[in-house]
């Protein structure tokens, strides 16, 4: 079943077999001190592939399993600036080794977190709707930090926004508060700018900055990505299937996206319709259908892989007193064990694809985050204030919500482990939250950090809880047993990432939405190799990852 796969842990391989090349190193500072912390990156020839590995106390780095060919090799450390090694030639199975000694460079706006921009960025009418509404959806390194335009230029950005986003930014953006993002823009961002080149020149960059240290074992955690089939396409996810496929929501490029791990190739398939779409969720069925939702224009789809062919179907209209527009808005899906598609958005609803009927579940206003049990109960999470989580009965059809100890916590991704253990992260209240359906009970779990913002949400085979943060740019992965998290960078600045997903292998995948990258990271140590999933076998156990 494609809804329902076998996930391996991840597993920490000491002095295994490397399948590919092997390049290691040293990166230190212009006076001769290691740095650690700082990546160190291996982009292929073409550009598609990039491999990052996370230098340890010693500076060291070790970037493992690169396949045969030429590459670029980069250091990305905010604050230092150093030139790429560029034709990087790599045999099968080669060793080398390439150490790097940076030169003193400045931190630019394009490298803080959201958490770090709001506090520096200058204050003025139009930041609160600039840094609340529109940093609901995205950031603003690669959107405003990277580039000054007049006013003109960003009144058309912020036009593009309010119409082909209405749905969203309507209900919190009016066209005076749009006007007051325009000016704040062009004071902030553009041409006569008086921002300060560096944040860093800040007195108050030092305090803000955001993390200050980093644990000893981010050097342990390995990131594998590649490019989208071209710009602009927005990738929120990542989601395998038992084929080794990786299906992939775009929510600007209106299509939906396969990127095939075993061959390194990605194919697209357009929504046959006018207008956009926004996809938020992409989901294969057993059938081999693969089903998306399209919550601009509030409809359900789905795609036959082996003839192309797309079908839509038109939601009901949303419930009078849900947020957001009268349309509808069809969100995250999760296939049921009786092949029906269950849609989150306004109102939680379930659609049969036997009688092509949906039935609205009124109670359930505002869900974000669903997932159906071993049992078929189906759970969702109500990302509002005063939200629940609850669960549609499978055998009564019986709704029931229960509210988690924190109030107004927001919850919003929800996932289920092996155990049937209810996961959900506490997106306003900063921690990540277990439901146990058989004692009805909370166990919280909080997360450091001043404004941990879990968004994105994947369990592994060890049962580890893996989250990124929206506002603080950071991967993090909490240990159950002991409440222990550990904080990782990521290699791009404002990840965007909306999901995580496991795949057979034990790989993490995600989609980085500004960076146009999908990819996956797994935990390596000492000497060992990243899983490559030809011929790598391990424990598993049944994991549901709706």
């Known amino acids: 079943m494609n809804t329902m796969w076998r996930a391996i842990g991840l597993t920490f391989l000491s002095g295994a077999l490397a399948y590919g090349a092997t390049l290691t190193g040293t990166v230190k500072d212009p006076s001769g001190v290691p740095l650690k912390a700082v990546f160190v990156q291996a982009r292929s020839n073409n550009g598609k592939k990039t491999v990052s590995a996370i230098t340890d106390r010693q500076g060291q780095y070790r970037l493992p399993d690169l396949s045969a060919g030429d590459y670029e090799i980069r250091v990305k450390a905010p604050g230092y600036k150093s030139d790429p090694r560029s034709g990087v030639k790599l045999s099968a199975d080669e060793k080398q080794s390439i150490d790097f000694a940076l030169q003193k460079g400045m931190v630019r706006w394009t490298d803080l977190s959201n958490y770090e921009g709001t506090k520096l960025l200058p204050e003025g009418k139009g930041k609160d709707t600039l840094t609340g509404a529109c940093f609901a959806c995205h950031g603003f390194q690669s959107r405003e930090a990277s580039r000054r335009q007049d006013e003109a230029a960003w009144q058309r950005d912020v036009g593009v926004m309010m119409d082909r986003f209405g749905y969203f930014t309507r209900r919190n953006v009016t066209d005076a508060k749009a006007a007051e993002v325009v000016s704040y823009l062009t004071k902030t961002f553009g041409p006569d700018s008086e921002l300060p080149p560096s944040p860093a020149n800040l007195p108050q960059y030092k305090e803000v900055k955001y993390p200050k240290s980093l644990s000893d074992d981010v050097s342990k955690l390995v990131y594998v990505d590649y490019a989208t089939a071209g710009p602009k396409r927005f990738p929120g996810a990542g989601r395998p299937d ?153 055998k009564t059809g019986k709704l029931v919500k229960y509210a988690p100890p ?141």
């Open 242 to 394: 038992d084929e080794g496929r990786i299906w992939i929501w775009q929510y600007i490029g209106n299509s939906i996206a396969m990127f095939d791990s075993k061959t390194e190739t990605m194919k697209e398939w357009p929504v046959p319709y006018t207008g956009q779409a926004s996809i938020h969720s992409v989901v294969a069925a057993p059938d081999g259908m693969v089903w998306f939702s399209d919550q601009a224009q509030n409809k359900i789809g789905k795609l036959d892989p082996k003839t192309g062919k797309i079908v839509a179907y038109d939601a009901p209209p949303q419930h009078p007193e849900a947020q957001g527009m009268e349309r509808g808005s069809k969100h995250t899906l999760a296939i049921d064990l009786q092949g029906n598609v269950w849609s989150t958005g306004g109102p939680l609803a379930k659609f049969d694809p036997k009688t092509e009927k949906f039935t609205n579940y009124n109670d359930v206003l505002n869900p974000y985050g669903v997932a159906v049990d071993k049992d078929n109960n189906v759970w969702f999470s109500e990302f509002t204030q005063g939200g629940k989580i609850g669960k549609v009965d499978s």
């Open 406 to 546: 924190t109030p107004d916590s927001y919850p919003r991704r929800l996932k289920i482990d092996s155990k049937g253990m209810v996961w959900f992260n506490e997106y306003r209240g900063g921690k990540i939250a277990r439901f146990d359906p058989k004692t009805q009970t909370f166990k919280e779990f909080p997360l450091p950090g001043p404004s941990p913002t879990p968004y994105a949400l994947g369990i592994d085979g060890k049962g580890h809880v893996w989250y990124s943060s929206m506002d603080m740019d950071v991967i993090g992965q909490l240990n159950p047993d002991n409440g222990e998290v550990i904080e990782y960078p990521f290699p791009y600045s404002e990840n965007g990432i909306r999901d995580f997903f496991p795949d057979k292998e034990g790989r993490m995948w995600w989609g980085s939405q500004p960076n146009d990258r999908v990819g996956y990271f797994i935990p390596v140590e000492g000497k060992g190799t990243i899983p490559s999933g030809r011929d790598q076998q391990g424990p598993a156990g049944n994991l549901r990852a709706e």
